[in-house]
């Protein structure tokens, strides 16, 4: 009899303990994913989010509360490549030196908005922060792009655009490079008075297109020219006379 009654109360036991881990197993699955961890403190990756199973999120103030506003205060640097996201709206929430969008497709830039107001710049290495980054982008509209006020830099590689004509980009912007992409010309419909820096490397212009762009950066100073046909404008003996208080060069690095 005694038997019997601890094999009940051992079942029992066992049966209790296999509920409580079942329990266990269940709010593991459904922990939030704001538990997360991030490879580094500094910033948002792929790597981080393809770790989690997110591929696409609604907009900014989604990865906010993914990752957390104790955390995300100490975001630097979001690189996304390939997720997919609706909107830019929550994007002032970090404090951002660098955005950087590869190889997926981009609406358009309403609610962009970047947070500069902690960043220094007496320091001449913020000089072009934050700085956006866009490469192997479908754009189907620059809407919003030119209501980004606070963004400084821009890079666009190797993207393809919808939207042919009335492109505006911010006109604050201190740094502008084009890697491999087609009409830059459509860029420059208004004059960019804080410009300084200007990349136009595998752009096919002319003299006469480049000499318009310059008209348009009335403060500009340095100058990329590579792959282009107009590459030999680095040596000062093939210079035209609307470059010469720019310095010409390659590579922007």
């Not at 948002?44 to 900014?60: K, M």
């Not at 620059?142 to 980009?169: H, P, Y």
Request: net charge negative; hydrophobic share 40%.
């Amino acid at each position: 009899m005694k038997k019997i009654v601890f094999l009940m109360l051992l079942g029992m036991t066992l049966t209790a303990c296999s509920k409580k881990e079942a329990v266990k197993q269940a709010e593991t699955l459904n922990k939030p994913v704001t538990e997360f961890k991030l490879k580094s403190n500094w910033d948002i990756t792929s790597e981080d989010l393809d770790a989690i199973n997110v591929t696409e999120f609604e907009d900014f103030n989604t990865l906010y509360e993914l990752v957390g506003a104790e955390r995300a205060a100490g975001v630097r640097n979001i690189i996304l490549k390939g997720h997919k996201f609706n909107s830019f709206k929550g994007i002032e929430k970090f404090k951002l030196w660098l955005l950087d969008i590869r190889d997926t497709e981009i609406r358009d830039f309403e609610g962009l908005f970047f947070n500069n107001d902690w960043i220094d710049y007496s320091e001449p290495e913020y000089a072009d922060r934050p700085l956006m980054m866009i490469t192997n982008v479908v754009i189907h509209s620059f809407k919003g792009l030119a209501d980004a006020t606070n963004l400084r830099g821009l890079w666009v590689g190797n993207c393809s655009f919808e939207q042919s004509k009335d492109i505006v980009l911010p006109s604050q912007l201190h740094t502008l490079y084009f890697f491999y992409c087609k009409n830059v010309l459509d860029f420059f419909n208004v004059v960019y008075k804080d410009l300084i820096n200007l990349s136009l490397v595998g752009a096919d212009i002319s003299d006469a297109d480049l000499r318009n762009i310059v008209s348009k950066c009335p403060n500009l100073q340095y100058l990329y020219l590579g792959y282009t046909e107009l590459s030999d404008y680095k040596q000062e003996e093939y210079r035209p006379d609307y470059l010469k208080n720019i310095t010409v060069a390659d590579m922007p690095y």
